[in-house]
């Protein structure tokens, strides 16, 4: 989710105020919370609703993380502040590194003179609000999870959180690499070997990885296959190419593409042995990463891999090429054309915008924003809606809404644009905007769509 401060523009013209502060409940607060106010009837399971976790107040006044919700079906009032947790100079939002959980609540606010801030975790039932304070020390980082389990760590210590009773065990889970629909590819604490593949529902250390290659300091890219047999790790460079020339990587210049060899490493996750590949990309140098590499581009299947190669055609030119490795024999069998084969489209999920077929073609006209979420898909209902116009929506940076959150079947988004909440149903195709109460107008936002269970 987006945690972008809200850009001060003239508000539109909407009809009355469609909120109410605290839905008439008294303060039910548990311990860590300083006020909460819960509805007076549970939301019913499969009700939609948006948790919206703003950062009210500014540096003059007394800064408070706060909670509000906005449920679309309540047409009187769609949005109701819940909770006040309490001040902080940050916003509440999901836990870092688990994209699928709502329910588990990050606030980071200041902790006295022996650190900079202090965190808490907090666990939240939208369908009544009951919230429970799970953690409450210096940092929380969410590693991934499970059915009830999340593997995250705690105060640098690996930990398994059960958010059905509250309570934390130990793991020996540092960090996950990547995830295979069965197992987890994990770095391993205080462990013999390094790496390994975790069970993430058992908790057990399925086969222990002495031989996998450790990645490249400045971040790998590491894929599994289908099966979760092999495992592809790309990110590291020849030696040749790392050799410093005045504190820069040889021959490569800010913002001018030079061809890099790149190592490319298939590895067998059951026999714990490996074969490298040196595809050539084109690349620059960075200043916080060494090097900017263009590719190489990567396909896997569940018989072979594919991954782009940079070739001199007849009259010497460098031109893609897709190069294919069978997994069984970790030998190539085959150079195409980049042009003669295109990967499969992956299955769109809501993270990635599920665009609606009435939005497909303006969606097509923007250029996309990488710090915001959903961008292209936002403008584009927004100008189906007539909110704004097409010419002010192609304008680089003209636009700035606070954040564009989309329920879980991505069917559904609530953004903030001025002064002003708006809800698109893409199944519908409606919209209604709600105007914002005067505490919401200067805040940071973080929001998660939720889907009562």
């Not at 987006?2 to 409940?25: C, E, R, V």
């Amino acid at each position: 989710m987006n945690k972008l401060l809200i850009y001060l523009l003239p508000a539109l013209a909407i009809a009355g105020p469609a909120f109410s502060q605290t839905d008439g409940k008294e303060n039910t607060a548990p311990k860590g919370v300083r006020e909460l106010f819960k509805p007076k009837q549970p939301h019913p399971s499969g009700s939609l609703l948006f948790a919206i976790f703003p950062r009210e107040g500014s540096f003059k006044t007394q800064m408070m993380a706060t909670a509000w919700e906005f449920v679309p079906s309540n047409e009187a009032n769609p949005l109701t502040k819940r909770c006040i947790f309490g001040p902080s100079h940050w916003n509440a939002d999901t836990l870092y590194g688990i994209d699928d959980e709502s329910s588990v609540i990050r606030l980071q606010h200041k902790d006295g003179k022996s650190s900079p801030y202090g965190v808490r975790l907090y666990g939240i039932d939208y369908s009544t609000w009951d919230i429970r304070t799970y953690y409450q020390g210096k940092q929380a980082i969410g590693l991934g999870k499970v059915g009830e389990k999340i593997y995250m760590k705690i105060d640098n210590s690996p930990k398994v959180l059960n958010t059905k009773t509250g309570k934390f065990s130990k793991s020996s889970v540092n960090s996950v690499l990547t995830k295979g629909s069965e197992n987890w590819l994990v770095e391993l604490s205080g462990e013999k070997s390094k790496f390994g593949l975790l069970n993430p529902k058992s908790g057990e250390i399925v086969n222990q990885l002495k031989n996998f290659p450790t990645p490249y300091k400045f971040g790998a890219e590491i894929s599994l296959d289908p099966a979760g047999n092999y495992a592809l790790i790309l990110g590291d460079y020849s030696a040749a190419n790392l050799k410093n020339n005045g504190g820069f990587p040889l021959g490569l210049q800010f913002g001018k593409k030079s061809p890099l060899n790149q190592k490319l490493t298939l590895y067998n996750l059951k026999t714990d042995t490996s074969t490298d590949f040196m595809p050539t990309v084109f690349a620059s140098a960075g200043s916080g990463r060494p090097i900017l590499a263009d590719g190489p581009e990567l396909h896997l299947s569940e018989k072979e891999f594919r991954f782009t190669n940079l070739a001199p055609d007849k009259e010497g030119k460098l031109q893609k090429e897709w190069v294919v490795v069978d997994f069984k024999t970790q030998k190539e069998t085959g150079r195409v054309a980049y042009s003669s084969w295109k990967a499969p489209v992956l299955e769109v999920t809501a993270e990635v915008s599920k665009v609606p077929d009435y939005l497909i073609k303006l969606t097509a006209l923007f250029d996309g924003d990488v710090y915001r979420k959903h961008y292209n898909l936002t403008l584009a209902a927004m100008v189906h809606h007539k909110i704004i116009d097409l010419k002010t929506a192609k304008e680089p940076g003209k636009v700035r809404f606070d954040f564009a959150s989309l329920s879980p079947d991505g069917n559904h988004l609530l953004t903030a644009y001025q002064n002003s909440f708006h809800y698109f149903d893409f199944v519908n195709k409606t919209h209604r905007a709600v105007a914002k109460p005067p505490e919401l107008r200067n805040a940071s936002m973080g929001v998660t769509g939720v889907r009562i269970p």
